[in-house]
């Protein structure tokens, strides 16, 4: 297919994006509506494509590999952003090849990116309570929501009071996931009496469909944490807190929401005391005799070697 490449100056403010791009990234986002794709994830690759749209100036279905590669490799990200980054822009072109518009697909030539899994962060305690004393009522709620029922910022921006139900135990929370999953979180007695002094409608108000955006929320959690901690760090450190009491990953699994137990034993940092406790039994060791004395037991197995 040949396209006659349009003669515009490359805007440097980042700020315009060209109808062709527009009408383009419109009309993929209502297939994804139409495929189902949660509104986290439709408004997530519409980001995606804006930031490339106010970066170049040749219409979508023009851009080469080549130009594709420069984009990317001038921008500072992450690992993880540059792999969220590539996956919209594979499934934008591949609706543009099936939708008639595009031959190839030139994001195939972004290389694949290494998927680098950090160990946990639990934010320390202290800290977690110097924020909540920084923080205003709204936000302090928010910050609890992570830190005490392990909400992600996106299931934090929409949590609504018909969410909020109540069993035989106390009350519990019905939080929309990622990929339009739902779970039911319990609540803590404090937690749940304040969301419901909330009143009916979005606990946290706002311009996007009635509620925040999880952007805003992640803002507002990051002017009242310390450097270099985050609103996620907070999720971390509820995985951490269940998952040391409870002793079973399925359970921390199924209140964090994830598909895989591996994934939710990236949530857990290990205390580093059980390290040296289980380290010291497997040795013979007793935990109640002084440090470096073996137990009754280990040493009569060796006296009777």
């Known amino acids: 297919m040949t396209m006659r490449r349009r003669e515009r100056p490359v805007r440097l403010d980042g700020t315009v994006i060209a109808h062709s791009w527009r009408g383009a990234i419109d009309d993929y986002l209502d297939a994804q509506r139409a495929g189902a794709y949660p509104a986290t994830t439709v408004n997530a690759r519409r980001q995606h494509l804006e930031h490339l749209a106010r970066r170049t100036h040749v219409d979508p279905f023009e ?34 090849i099936a939708d008639g518009r595009a031959v190839t697909n030139p994001a195939e030539a ?23 004393r ?13 830190y005490d029922a392990g909400l992600r910022r996106g299931e934090i921006a929409v949590v609504h009071s018909d969410d909020l139900m109540q069993d035989l135990d106390g009350w519990s ?32 108000p706002g311009a ?5 955006s999880p952007r805003r929320v ?23 807190r269940t998952h ?13 929401g994830h598909a895989s137990p591996a994934t939710t034993r990236r949530y857990v940092l290990t205390d580093r005391s059980r390290l040296r406790a289980t ?13 470096g004395r073996e137990s009754r037991s280990a040493a009569s197995s060796i006296g009777s070697r």
């Open 63 to 96: 851009l080469t590999p080549r130009e594709l590669i420069a984009y990317a490799a001038a921008q500072s990200w992450m690992p993880e952003t540059r792999r969220s980054r590539r996956n919209t822009l594979l499934s934008f072109y591949r609706w543009a």
């Open 110 to 132: 972004l290389p694949r990116v290494k998927a680098i899994i950090p160990p946990a962060r639990p934010i320390p305690t202290p800290l977690y309570e110097a924020a909540l």
């Open 134 to 146: 920084k923080a205003d009522e709204r936000t302090g709620l928010m910050l609890r929501l992570a």
């Open 173 to 204: 929370l019905l939080v929309h996931g990622k990929g339009g999953k739902q779970r039911i979180v319990p609540l803590t007695r404090r937690l749940a009496l304040d969301l419901r002094a909330a009143g009916y409608g979005y606990v946290f």
């Open 208 to 212: 996007i469909d009635g509620h925040l």
């Open 218 to 240: 992640s803002e507002l959690a990051v002017d009242v944490l310390p450097t270099p901690w985050t609103i996620h760090t907070l999720r971390h450190s509820f995985g951490t």
């Open 244 to 256: 040391n009491l409870a002793g079973d990953t399925f359970v921390v699994q199924e209140l964090l």
């Open 279 to 291: 380290v010291d039994a497997a040795a013979g060791y007793s935990s109640s005799s002084p440090y």
